[in-house]
């Protein structure tokens, strides 16, 4: 169906900047949702970022919000995330995820069940 690539993961100093990338192949076209997901170690997956796939409206987790922005470009079949103002606390592997054919209601965004598609993960370590 639809598979995922994340790039841009790496060691960044503390106040530091990086660029997530997510690339899809497969039948990329069945995309309705993107998102950005984290998981720090025995923590639970985090909601950081969505983007449907028209529109311009983004959603974003409380823990990010003002320092990261996702964004997309249909044409490459790809999304990003900007990540400004990393802290420790930010140390994670991040994962994109995809929700293909139907929708998810703007309440179920943060929800990880209702992305059936995932990326193997990227790993950022913020340095303090």
């Known amino acids: 169906q639809v598979q995922l690539v994340e790039f841009g993961g790496g060691l960044v100093q503390a106040g530091g900047s990086l660029r997530l990338s997510c690339v899809a192949s497969?039948?990329?076209?069945?995309?309705?949702?993107m998102a950005w997901f984290r998981q720090a170690p025995g923590k639970e997956r985090e909601f950081l970022a969505a983007?449907?796939?028209?529109?311009?409206?983004?959603y974003y987790g409380d823990s990010v919000k003002g320092r990261f922005t996702i964004s997309r470009r249909n044409a490459e079949n790809s999304w990003y995330l900007q990540m400004n103002g990393l802290q420790p606390e930010d140390t994670a592997v991040y994962y994109c995820?995809?929700?293909?054919?139907?929708?998810?209601?703007?309440?179920?965004?943060?929800?990880?069940?209702?992305?059936?598609?995932w990326g193997q993960g990227t790993q950022v370590t913020v340095s303090s």
């Open positions: 983007i449907r796939s028209v529109g311009q409206n983004t």
């Open positions: 497969g039948r990329p076209s069945t995309i309705t949702t």
């Open positions: 995820a995809a929700k293909i054919y139907t929708r998810i209601i703007q309440s179920a965004l943060q929800d990880r069940d209702q992305y059936g598609t």
